[in-house]
């Protein structure tokens, strides 16, 4: 071989070696980095709704992504170093979905990362987006609603309750949005004419205090207002309101599963696989600050024949009639 080839062979050897790390490393999956509030069980459902999203986006777990979960588990002053964690790691985009909590640290924990939200309320108000439209910042995602229908659940609980002398709503004091929440039904109480009682509670050991007070006055019908700390209790709270066959109205389908009496609200599988299709519209090169916030179109309510039966409770027709979903 001649000095020149020889030299030529050297050069096209170096490119080559130069390329190699370069190849390898694009073909490193992209890492996610998922921020919750709540624990993984309750959410196993909400999590495969988000894959399921994230592979219509052309993203498969361990093959181009890799997902780095952080769960608070109800803690939410865990929530700060969780993200900051996330941060360290260098994650792509933080998702956030069904955790209000969590998306209000992530954003207080970067400006630059792209988070992909959803919840409950307007984030407008949230101070996660500056308009709907044109979020104009680096977060953008779902507003599912749950908080709007306060007031059209207490509707619903009168229908379900006509005989009920005492209408409590269980909220978590400690939410962002808890003052709409409150506002909204004592509103919508007074438009009803409906005595209302707030009663608050964080854990489990309060949720029990909240039903052995429900339970002292006769006549009482309960809503659970939207609480990431109320769906992770929803076994709790289902049993005591069977326990003490209280008439209630939850805000998810998964109560209603769990042998509750009646939801209604979005179904949040579907703000899950919005989110995971979101999160892959931004790792392909979307910014958020122009993806539009995305906002349910259907609602669904959902009666369990079976816990009504068990509890001696009729349910009105017109309410079955516009059921989605009858449990039997």
Same mark, same amino acid.
């Given at each position: 071989m001649s000095d020149m080839k020889r030299r030529e062979f050297i050069a096209l050897l170096g490119v080559a070696g130069a390329a190699w790390p370069l190849a390898a490393r694009a073909q490193q999956p992209l890492l996610i980095g998922f921020l919750h509030s709540g624990s993984p069980e309750p959410y196993a459902s909400g999590v495969s709704a988000f894959?399921?999203?994230?592979?219509?986006? &052309?993203?498969?777990? &361990?093959?181009?992504?890799?997902i780095e979960f952080r769960w608070a588990e109800g803690q939410d002053d865990r929530l700060p170093d969780l993200a900051a964690d996330l941060i360290r790691r260098r994650v792509a985009v933080i998702t956030t979905p069904g955790s209000t909590p969590a998306a209000l640290a992530a954003k207080a924990a970067t400006m630059t990362i792209p988070i992909v939200f959803a919840v409950g309320t307007?984030?407008?108000?949230?101070?996660?987006? =500056?308009?709907?439209?044109r979020p104009g910042g680096n977060a953008t995602g779902v507003n599912f609603q749950v908080v709007e229908l306060?007031?059209?659940?207490?509707?619903? /609980?009168?229908e379900l309750?006509?005989? =009920?002398?005492?209408?409590?709503?269980l909220v978590n004091p400690n939410t962002a949005f808890t003052d709409i929440v409150v506002k909204d039904l004592r509103a919508?109480?007074?438009?009803?004419g409906l005595p209302l009682? *707030? /009663?608050?509670?964080?854990? &489990?050991?309060? *949720?029990?205090?909240?039903? =052995?007070?429900?339970v002292q006055k006769p006549g009482s019908a309960l809503l659970v207002a939207p609480d990431t700390v109320f769906i992770n209790r929803r076994a709790q709270i289902v049993t005591l309101a069977a326990r003490h066959a209280l008439p209630a109205i939850y805000f998810a389908r998964d109560f209603a599963e769990a042998g509750g009496l009646m939801s209604y609200g979005p179904n949040l599988a579907d703000a899950y696989q919005q989110t995971g299709i979101y999160v892959g519209r931004v790792l392909k090169g979307e910014k958020p600050a122009v993806l539009p916030v995305m906002q349910p179109t259907k609602f669904e309510l959902v009666v369990n024949?079976?816990?009504?039966?068990?509890? &001696?409770?009729? *349910?009105?027709?017109?309410?079955?009639?516009?059921?989605?979903?009858? *449990?039997?």
């Open positions: 894959r399921k999203g994230l592979g219509e986006a &052309g993203y498969v777990e &361990g093959q181009n992504v890799a307007d984030p407008i108000a949230l101070g996660l987006v =500056a308009s709907l439209n306060v007031a059209k659940r207490l509707g619903m /609980l009168r309750a006509p005989g =009920a002398n005492r209408f409590v709503a919508s109480a007074s438009a009803l009682e *707030i /009663l608050r509670a964080t854990t &489990g050991r309060e *949720i029990d205090e909240a039903f =052995a007070n429900l024949l079976n816990t009504a039966r068990a509890l &001696g409770i009729a *349910i009105p027709n017109a309410l079955l009639a516009t059921a989605d979903e009858v *449990i039997e």
